[in-house]
């Protein structure tokens, strides 16, 4: 893998299913131990475990939550036709994230934190792809989704953000969830909060399954 350009970030978010039959989502910075994994569902009733444990919900809305490395948690509540609600464990808000053509994320005290819109090519078969803009409009990355295994296998990406990179260089085997996973490719390094923000977007979309561009609705 060639050097990133300007301190600039890959994120990738690797959706499988947990013996529960709940959705998981590992996120990785690079080869090694996770960064984050996400799990659908972990702060739901009896009721919606149940419903995952037997196959009936597979994705969709409830209360997902984000572990980090360091044993960080934050919850992700997301919603049918409401902004999904980001928290820490100790009840603290974040922010919210509001869905539409395009999505918006707002912080709990720092108004508009990041735009999330569609790309010329929004949606291939292989992925949904979007722009993330920051509070002042400017590019701050992109976001692909993965819809199929080729969605990996793209190899070569070429980017301002990189001259080429290549990452773990192994496609996975089709996996029987909903959406494959995420990739962010980032200008530069998130501080904490824009990192609970995306994470938070990336848990909302695979596992949550809401659409956050027209493209994927």
């Not at 509540?77 to 918006?104: E, F, M, N």
């Not at 720092?110 to 735009?115: D, Q, R, W």
């Not at 793209?154 to 990452?167: F, K, R, S, V």
């Not at 969830?177 to 695979?206: F, H, M, N, Q």
């Amino acid at each position: 893998m060639s050097a990133p350009q300007n301190g600039s970030t890959m994120i990738e978010g690797r959706v499988v299913h947990k013996t529960s039959n709940a959705l998981k989502i590992t996120f990785r910075a690079g080869p090694g131990d996770p960064m984050a994994v996400g799990v659908q569902g972990a702060g739901d009733g009896f009721g919606g475990k149940m419903a995952m444990l037997f196959g009936f919900k597979n994705g969709g809305t409830g209360r997902h939550s984000i572990t980090y490395a360091d044993g960080t948690v934050v919850w992700v509540q997301s919603k049918d036709s409401a902004p999904t609600v980001l928290s820490r464990a100790d009840g603290t808000a974040i922010g919210t994230i509001t869905r539409s053509d395009t999505s918006t994320a707002v912080g709990s005290t720092a108004g508009t934190l990041l735009h999330f819109v569609a790309t010329d090519d929004a949606k291939t078969p292989e992925l949904f792809r979007m722009r993330i803009l920051d509070r002042m409009g400017e590019e701050f990355g992109r976001l692909d989704v993965v819809r199929t295994v080729g969605g990996w296998t793209l190899g070569h990406i070429a980017d301002e953000l990189y001259n080429t990179y290549i990452w773990w260089d192994h496609a996975g085997q089709p996996l029987p969830v909903p959406l494959l996973g995420t990739r962010l490719i980032l200008k530069r390094s998130p501080d904490a909060v824009e990192r609970d923000v995306l994470l938070g977007a990336c848990v909302d979309i695979t596992l949550g399954l809401r659409p956050y561009v027209t493209a994927m609705r």
